[in-house]
């Protein structure tokens, strides 16, 4: 029943994209999203589907696979379109009702927010789909290494996050192996009030939570016994080591981030706001 | 009683767990299911109750579908008992008794009724009354287990089906266990499938073997078929009774003639006849 439920979205091939270091893989998703933002106008919003494109082809997720992201996005796009759309008040309307105006203004904002939106999740969802989620812990830890000079407890955060992530399948076929249990005792789960059915989930939730529990003991004794303190540089088994491939990610993203950059700051200043407004 | 009919399953992954089963359980049986480890056989009861769904073939209960139109699949449950492996999975109330009677209450019945229910079904299993108002987390795993089995047979099924149910259990606990098993069959009329890694616990005490192998039902008698067919059960990472073996080496060395003992008991009678 629940197995079908696959963590993150992470999606295996072997790409130029997914063998890239998690580090650089970070840093372009950062890039990304600062050109999404910066980017206005047409042709703005063109080069950066444009980008977005290329990198997709690159990386060999099928497109259909990346837009099943979307669908949980799917109602905030909404909102803000209509929230745009309908309450905009800089144009001049051609409805107006209330406090709903609706100017062509409005629709043409609307429509760049929602785009902007999409490409947004759309362009950090590269990141988890090439990513296993132990990769992207281990480049995090990485990336925010330095903040352990801030006494932030960096190594532990990502220890913890590695270990969640390593406890959500076997969370998820206890669940099933527990709703299977009860179910042979009876429990519905689909029919009643709303009220019913949430006093139904108390035989699945309450034997999942003590089995995590001495889950974590077991595994915090486990630990322990083999020496495991916190608060010691730790040397890893496969360290985060780049590549050639990584340093022509990073110069690739550099050229990106200027050209984007220059390009914007010359419409700035000749007043050629096509890729400016919105 | 039950019947399986050319079942095929395979989970997501597409690998075929079960093969073209074929079997059929009668009423009062005492059924045992032998296998090697990730042969199907828990796959193979979940099917029994309409927990899981073949990807062909037909399971029929008393003559009809289950998973055909308009067949109660809810109410299936109630009648064919499924006693998971692991009872950590189905305990969770915060006494032993109310959670005995978490399944008479889904049955519809009344607390009162439903307390009774779980009070025969708790002390035919052994558990003594001072109990009844433990956690059933301050259980020892064995005293788990037994609650667990409680916790279906209160709901009166025609059929319980037990995943390894002695496992985790010292030689008395077997013992009473599977006694008790024996009892419920011949009183309560109710026809028992269990699971087993132990040839001696099938052999003493069913009637009827399933022997599964990768997926195949692989042979299918009674336990004197079987557990005859050494070779065969060897190939598949199993055995035959020690008592079969036994007697084999005393016929290879002409001590027991024309002897068909695979239990303990029958080999017993063999030799004290010879003494
Ligand atoms: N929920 C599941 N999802 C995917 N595959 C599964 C699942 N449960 C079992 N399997 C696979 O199906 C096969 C049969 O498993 P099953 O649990 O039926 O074996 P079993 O005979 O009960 O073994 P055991 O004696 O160890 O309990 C195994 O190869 C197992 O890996
Ligand atoms: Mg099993």
């Known amino acids: 029943m629940f197995r079908e439920i696959t963590l993150g979205q992470y999606y295996a091939v072997d790409s130029v994209i997914h063998r890239l270091d998690p580090r650089v893989k ?24 444009m980008v977005y494109m290329l990198v997709m082809k690159l990386s060999k997720v099928p497109f259909s696979f990346a837009l099943r992201g979307l669908k949980s996005v799917v109602w905030i796009v909404l909102m803000t379109f209509i929230c745009n759309a309908f309450f905009y008040t800089g144009g001049t309307p051609f409805i107006k009702y209330g406090v709903i105006s609706i100017s062509a203004a409005g629709i043409k904002y609307g429509v760049a927010m929602s785009v902007r939106l999409i490409l947004l999740v759309l362009g950090s969802s590269i990141l988890t789909l090439t990513t296993t989620p132990n990769e992207l812990t281990y480049g995090l830890e990485k990336a925010f290494g330095f903040l352990i000079k801030f ?39 689909d029919t009643g009030s709303i009220i019913k059915r949430v006093k139904n989930y108390i035989p699945i939730i309450i034997p999942l939570f003590i089995s995590a529990f001495r889950r974590a003991g077991d595994l915090a004794l486990a630990m322990e016994s083999r020496c495991y303190r916190t608060g010691y540089q730790r040397t890893k088994m496969y360290p985060l080591k780049y590549t050639k491939a990584d340093g022509k990610g990073y110069l690739v993203l550099m050229v990106y981030l200027l050209l984007f950059t220059l390009a914007k700051c010359t419409l700035l200043y000749t007043g050629n706001s096509g890729f400016y407004t919105m | 009683m039950i019947e399986f009919e050319n079942v095929s399953y395979g989970y997501e992954d597409n690998k075929k767990v079960l093969e073209s089963i074929t079997f059929k359980i009668e009423d009062g049986d005492f059924v045992g299911i032998i296998g090697h480890t990730g042969s199907g056989k828990s796959t193979l009861i979940q099917m029994m109750n309409g927990l899981l769904k073949p990807d062909s073939g037909t399971i029929r209960f008393r003559g009809e579908n289950i998973f055909g139109n308009g067949y109660n699949l809810r109410e299936l449950k109630f ?48 558990i003594s009354e001072d109990k009844f108002n433990k956690s059933p987390f301050e259980l020892s795993g064995g005293e788990k287990k037994k609650v ?52 001696e616990n099938v052999a003493d005490y069913c009637n009827h073997v399933l022997v599964m192998n990768e997926g195949k039902l692989e042979l299918n008698g009674t336990p004197e078929e079987v557990f005859r067919q050494a070779d065969k059960l060897e190939k598949m990472g199993l055995s035959s009774t020690v008592a079969y073996y036994i007697m084999r080496e005393l016929e290879k060395r002409g001590i027991v003639h024309d002897d068909r003992s695979i239990t303990m008991k029958e080999a017993y009678g063999c030799l004290e006849k010879l003494l």
């Open chain 1, 26 to 49: 970070l840093f372009g998703t950062l890039i990304y999203i600062m050109s999404v933002f910066m980017a206005g106008g047409l042709s703005g919003y063109l080069i950066v589907t």
């Open chain 2, 148 to 199: 667990s089995i409680a916790g279906i047979l209160a709901m009166n099924p025609e059929v319980l089906v037990l995943d390894e149910p002695v496992a985790g259990l010292e030689p008395e606990g077997r013992r009473n266990l599977l006694k008790l098993l024996e009892k419920i069959r011949n009183e309560n009329h109710i026809t028992i499938v269990m699971v087993s890694h132990s040839m």
């Open chain 2, 79 to 126: 009648r064919v008992g499924v006693v998971f492996q692991y009872p950590d999975y189905q305990l969770f109330e915060t006494t032993v008794i109310k959670d005995v009677m978490y399944g008479p209450m889904n049955m519809g019945m009344t607390q009162n009724e439903a307390m009774d229910a779980a009070k025969q079904a708790l002390s035919l299993v052994g």
């Open chain 1, 151 to 189: 006494h932030v407890p960096v190594q532990e955060i990502a220890l913890m996050m590695s270990i969640a992530l390593r406890f959500i399948p076997i969370l998820i076929e206890e669940t099933d192996k527990i709703m299977k249990a009860q179910a042979s005792r009876g429990t519905d789960f």
